[in-house]
């Protein structure tokens, strides 16, 4: 057994979205111009709250470390997946796998939390608005920022490095088109009660705890809005939550679908799907909600294209 373990686990097979040779090419065009989209997005949304001198405020702090976060865990798993489309060979080495979940883990889990500051902030500014820029100091945005990865590159260490020291059965097939911990965890000989405790444990905290932060600034925003006198203050309260409200009820509302539902219920194509939705296309909506709802970031978009133009006519 020993033996079989040292030649097999050198590598995985993930099992990849579909078998279908059919359905291959489209699959790629459609996840390549999604991952490309989320790139561009991201990175775009990263300079542009990086350069613009109007976007210097704490709110655009939090989504550029968002758009990055997305770009992360979109990278994590999209350019492998598009590989294996063109290769057939959906092999995936041991030790890129288990990089490959340890990166995953590290920035969903950070997702979930830089959300949740993002929900204090938009609390701050509504709540307490001649208070904010002194609230929401720089040292302490870095403390909102700093924590959440701090505390995602632990969990991420501590699942990641559980199951990669168990003892792996001769079946090294992933039922997944990526390394995730509960498809790993089926592979394993030893037992999984200690790491399954483990995810259950800080995966129903991290869940629970986050939602339960935007849920609160919410609930105090809403009454805010409603003191409010003037219908044009409550429409702008309104504006500048718009985006981030509506970011954050689709990732929760993807995260329960997968999570919550019975497992009876559960089939491995709509498993496969709502994986598909949070890993690339939520990447890649995220930076698009923001410019589109966004009337500052429409203007920085606008200013950036036309100087665009300007330097091409130079040129």
Known sequence: ??????????????M???DRPELQAPLFGLFLLIYVSSVV???GMIVLTTMDSRLQTPMYFFLRHLAFIDLGYSTAV???MLVNFVTNQNSIPYN???AQLAF??????SELFILSAMAYDRYVAICNPLLYTVIMAPRLCWVLVAVPYLYSAFLSLITTIKIFVSSFCGYNVISHFYCDSLPLLTLLCSSTREIELIILIFSAFNLVSSLLVVLVSYILILLAIFRMNSAEGRRKAFSTCGSHLTVVVVLYST???M??????SHSFDTDQMASVFYTLIIPMLNPMIYSLRNKEVKGALMCANTLFKICCKIC
């Open 96 to 98: 890129w796998c288990a």
């Open 259 to 264: 999570y919550v539902q019975p497992k009876s």
């Open 255 to 257: 995260l329960t679908f």
């Open 16 to 18: 990849g979205i579909t």
């Open 1 to 14: 057994m020993d033996q079989q373990n040292l030649t097999v686990l050198k590598e995985f097979i993930l």
């Open 78 to 80: 999209g350019p492998k």
């Open 41 to 43: 997005g991201n990175l």
């Open 104 to 109: 995953f883990i590290l920035f969903i889990i």
